[in-house]
């Protein structure tokens, strides 16, 4: 039985479906990410689950018990909150205390789990100090310990690191997958930030618009989106509108305006006639000379218009003589040499015939 | 230069304008003559026949005992007054409880003692003056906590519920360890206001009650004395004093934790 159960939840605030019928489940010691752009309904669904909210419609379920009309102060589960809200009057020590003390705990219980939770963050010497004496990355770290000391059954972090720089945020991404092996607690964290989903999470729901459009693990959400929001959210990505010319289970023949025919991965239950898009990663993409000659099923002739040169990766935007453009990633591997095409340069683009993936309107 | 100069000078007068009535209300209280014309020699002679002055006596302990206790009800009030203006925003509350620290004060007095005979059919004395002092004090209290609270992250409360904490228990250990600076000096300040209250005092006073201002009134109707400086001189320094540590309370913004 899965921990955590979300059935056919609904939320409005007025006239806005702040949520719309989400099924999902969390399965005990799972990190999963609620992933979406802002307003997609991620945070309300955080705050129904720690009971701040309810929904209008549907149930939640926690250890297969309903969560309807329980306070939160009676649900085990803690939130991490994104300004971290960590209590300013109370030193690190008593923050981490005040779960344990509102459980009832003995005092000699609360300063030993205490002492263990500030080992696991690596805080023992800032015991005593308060919040404002702390920086990001500390505050951060105390708001985790807070939210972990009394093992609640479930961890919501709502997006956690989003105050910090870029660097520290990194480290952070880090730390919180080792500490969430350690603690082995779940966790249920919401971000807009897709790497940062990517690189955490075990399974991630794709949430816009109130919708999960799809919930599955990182590889699966990157390599075989299901609609044209997920390819696109989740990493960069190239679409081509299409129309379907033939299918069968070796492959489909796309036809692209001005563009021409492209082969496809087959998709199950396509017929010819429909309307779509091809959706391909810009590292299936190969960059050739166009004096070079073709050696991949699907080759077009294009122009250099732009390109981002990253250190390890190049990233060339693509004209294509009939004007679309695509993006396409080279990896800068090649000992002595960084950059292999200038603006301007004609090239030819090329992928792999089972490359690529063919998304219905 | 020359611009400093300007600016000095203004100031200077500023604050002369300011504080030369009272230094010579505090320099004449230690004056050896019974005239406020010239400086004679110094002397306590004054505060001691203050103390021996059964009216002034009576009338300073009403002043404290009203002040003590009407400020500790709007305290009471007002701070409840303040969480809920800033937890539920009703629109209603903020203008209900502040309308009378706007209100003219002569306008309240006439009005409260109206309600309190004609209305409620009161005996004018020391319950009615209470009662006013309440009601013109709750709105500074209300306006400082609620200003307190504006400043606060408001997940800190979400917070401690979601760690375990009922309603009653984030009260008590979060939200007013958070805001008793400004339950204090609100405090402070509604006690000032009440100690040293003329005009709604004057209304709805009644025959024979008298507080510390309207007794300091009553003598000043026949003279100036050193013995009205004194008592001035007295009060002054309770305000003050007060003044003093309600800023130095509430004025330091608490270092917040997000």
New interface residues.
């Given amino acids: 039985m899965a921990l955590l159960e979300l059935r056919h939840i609904t939320r409005r605030f007025g006239d806005l479906e702040a949520v719309k019928d989400v099924t999902l489940s969390v399965e005990a010691g799972e990190f999963f990410t609620l992933l979406g752009p802002s307003g997609c309904g991620k945070t309300t669904i955080l705050r129904m689950i720690?009971?701040?909210d309810e929904p209008d419609e549907g149930e939640l379920f926690l250890d297969g018990q309903p969560l309807a009309g329980i306070?939160?102060?009676k649900r085990p589960?803690?939130?991490v909150?994104?300004?971290?809200?960590?209590?300013?009057?109370l030193t690190v020590a008593g923050n981490i205390a005040?779960?344990l003390e509102?459980?009832g705990r003995t005092r000699d219980e609360i300063r030993r789990r205490v002492g263990e939770t500030l080992a696991l963050v690596h805080l023992e010497e800032k015991s005593a100090a308060?919040?404002?004496e702390l920086s990001g990355g500390q505050?951060q770290r105390v708001a985790l310990a807070?939210?972990l000391v009394?093992k609640p059954r479930l961890l919501l972090l709502d997006e956690p690191l989003g105050a910090l720089d870029a660097k520290l945020r990194e480290r952070m991404q880090v730390e919180l997958i080792a500490l969430q092996r350690e603690v082995g607690v779940t966790f249920v964290f919401v971000t807009h930030a897709q790497q940062e989903a990517l690189a955490l999470s075990h399974r991630i729901a794709v949430m816009n618009a109130g919708r999960v459009e799809q919930a599955d693990v990182p590889e699966a959400l990157y390599s075989l989106p299901k609609s044209r929001f997920v390819a696109d959210f989740i990493g960069t990505i190239n679409l081509i509108d299409v129309d379907v010319v033939e299918s069968n289970r070796h492959g489909l023949l796309l036809r692209a305006a001005g563009i021409g025919d492209i082969a496809a991965p087959a998709h199950p239950g396509i017929a010819a006639g429909r309307h779509g898009a091809l959706a391909i990663r810009p590292e299936h993409l190969r960059v050739s000379p166009h004096s070079e000659s073709a050696g991949l099923k699907n080759h077009f002739l294009g122009t250099v218009s732009e390109y981002l040169f990253r250190g390890d990766v190049t990233i060339y935007t693509i004209r294509l003589d009939n004007g679309l453009s695509l993006e396409a990633l080279t990896t800068n591997a090649a000992p002595g040499r960084a950059r292999f095409h200038e603006i301007g340069d004609r090239v030819r683009v090329e992928w792999r015939h089972d490359a690529g993936i063919y998304l219905a309107d | 230069m020359k611009r400093g100069l300007m600016l000095w000078s203004a100031t200077l007068v500023t604050y002369a304008f300011l504080y030369i009535p009272l230094a010579v209300v505090v320099l004449f209280s230690f004056n050896d003559s019974e005239l406020n014309a010239s400086w004679v020699g110094f002397t306590t002679r004054w505060y001691a026949k203050l103390l021996g002055d059964e009216t002034m006596l009576q009338a300073a302990a009403n002043s404290l005992f009203i002040a003590l206790v009407s400020s500790l009800i709007a305290t009471l009030l007002g701070t409840m007054a303040g969480i809920a203006m800033h937890r539920w925003r009703p629109p209603l509350l903020p203008f209900l409880v502040l309308t009378p620290v706007a209100m003219p004060e002569i306008l309240l007095g006439v009005s409260l003692l109206l309600f309190f005979r004609q209305v409620l059919d009161l005996t004018l004395g020391l319950f009615s003056i209470l009662l006013a002092h309440i009601t013109f004090s709750i709105g500074f209290v209300a306006i400082i906590v609620r200003a307190r609270l504006a400043g606060m992250?408001e997940?800190?409360f979400?917070?401690?519920?979601?760690?375990?904490?009922?309603p009653w228990?984030t009260f008590v250990?979060?939200t007013f360890?958070?805001i008793v600076p400004g339950v204090i000096a609100g405090y402070l300040m509604a006690f000032t206001l009440s100690i040293d209250d003329f005009v709604i005092t004057f209304f709805v006073a009644g025959v024979g009650m008298s507080t510390l201002p309207l007794q300091i009134y009553s003598m000043i109707k026949v003279a100036v004395t050193p013995e009205v400086n004194a008592v001035s001189t007295l009060l002054m320094a309770l305000t003050l004093t007060l003044i003093a540590i309600a800023s130095r309370v509430a004025l330091p913004p608490?270092?917040?934790?997000?």
């Fill in positions: 720690a009971g701040f306070p939160p102060e589960v803690h939130t909150f994104q300004s971290y809200a960590l209590f300013p009057h005040f779960p509102m459980a308060f919040p404002h505050k807070r939210g009394n | 992250d997940s800190i979400e917070a401690a519920r979601d760690l375990g904490a009922t228990k250990r979060i360890p958070l608490l270092k917040r934790g997000t």
